[in-house]
């Protein structure tokens, strides 16, 4: 028995523990509150069910005669399971100020409540019962009876059936809102990282966060081993680790299970998902706990994962088409370089470095990925333009090189309709990408920030690649006459900024002319 600190002003209050030691212990148990004024009351129930335990737990009491800590109590405990009310002869009132304070202000539907009163006379309103959810009502003379058993056993069957319910609705509401989330197209790895806090917040519902510590990993095959995408407790270590290199025997062993036998598993405390998807890429979820889990648990958790499954196969559905679209446009690009006789890897370098650039610029890593993605087709126009004007040795004539300028427009139209974020981004890159800073270029004269800063990005990308390699009419330029054309160009032809960006971080753009070479 421990004594609580709130009994240091009132002697008439107790707080009984059956199984001594810490509070902590208390999550195992189902909890009873007895409130009542007379002490033979409280010792009554405990000693006539010491040694009951109800679906294997045992219960714990917590006794009291004060209105004022029973309140405190129940604020402290809101898992109590059953409450003993006493109705005191003497303070008729109390217990509907409790009633009224256990299930209206602190909206406690759950905990069943049984009414004791002194004797016969003392029944209470058939009123009373409907409107506070009382579960039962005994005299003090019944206590000593088989009824106080059947009577508490009725109560917390019921409290441990809502309780269940409850739970199912918590779990279900979690799953719904934990499926919306991960629907949400992202990045393999973002996905990943998202399922843990999802299964670990699920796992949690029914267990108090002090006391259960979940650990897991999301890992994907590629080619021959698992890798870890992301990772939580005892794991977090471990991102982009292959798991035979990181993993013990006993967790490989698990995993090992799941992918022989193609579908996820729960084996003690550890679940592991299993997931194929429909392009065949192999993906686990590993999830390990202090408890071991019940059966609700493991309802919830293959609910989740068979709509985690469903989303495995959007992401990598949507990769697939990214990649397919990456390379078309890589393709259609390059086609347009080659018929005008540009090199080889012209339009993968103009890529690399307008992303480069935009991040330097501070654009979000999201619109530096797009800008890599549309800058390749900034001159698809040139596809309208005649081969006999697009690689005429000699200078052009006026009316020549208005054909010529015309491939800035003849891209947009190409591509302005498309509903495509790549492709519009692309379209205003073909139409703007040869105006220049000081609004000497074409083919609208734009100025300044009146260019799209995607297109002014492109345009010091793709100058700065044209001039610093071969060209079929003439060699690279050294890298230092380079540098001297985009000081000059400063504000010219050029966004200053992104001439300051560029001359700053000269090494990694020539570090990406190195990765993609010609011929
Ligand atoms: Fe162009
Ligand atoms: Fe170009």
Known sequence: MYKSPLNSTDDRFWIADEHGGSPFEHRDTWKILIIDGNPEVHAVIRTGLINVKFDEKPLCFF???SEKEAKQ?????PDVALIVLGRGEESIGVELRLLRYIRQELNNSHVRIILLSPHSECEPEEKMIVEYDINAYMTAQELTSQ????????????????????????????????????????????????????LTALMRLNKNALYCRFSGFAAMKNQHDFYILAATGDFSQLVDQPVQKVLSLSVRASLEQAVIEKRSLCLGNRYVGYFQSLSGTENVVYLEGAHLWNEWERNWVELFCSNVGIAFDNISLNDEIEATQREIIFTLGGMVEARSKETGHHVKRVAECSSLLARLYGLSSEEAELLRLASPMHDVGKVAVEDAILNKPG???????NMMKSHTVHGFEMLCHSKRKILQTAAWIALQHHEKFNGQGYPYGLRGDKIHIHARITAVADVFDALSNDRCYRPAWPMEKVVDLFCRERGEHFDPDL?????????????????FPDG
């Open 73 to 77: 109590l129940l604020l402290e405990q």
């Open 499 to 515: 001439v300051e960006l560029l001359i700053g971080n000269l090494d990694r753009f020539i570090g990406i002319q190195k990765a």
């Open 395 to 401: 200078r052009l004539t006026r009316e020549e090189f």
């Open 147 to 198: 009824k106080l058993f059947s009577t508490l056993y009725g109560a917390l069957r019921s409290y441990r059936d809502i309780m269940t319910i409850e739970l199912n609705r918590k779990g279900m509401e979690k799953i719904i809102e934990a499926s919306g989330s991960i629907f949400k197209l992202q990045s393999m790895r973002t996905f990943a990282s998202g399922i843990l806090t999802q």
């Open 63 to 65: 006794n009291t005669a």
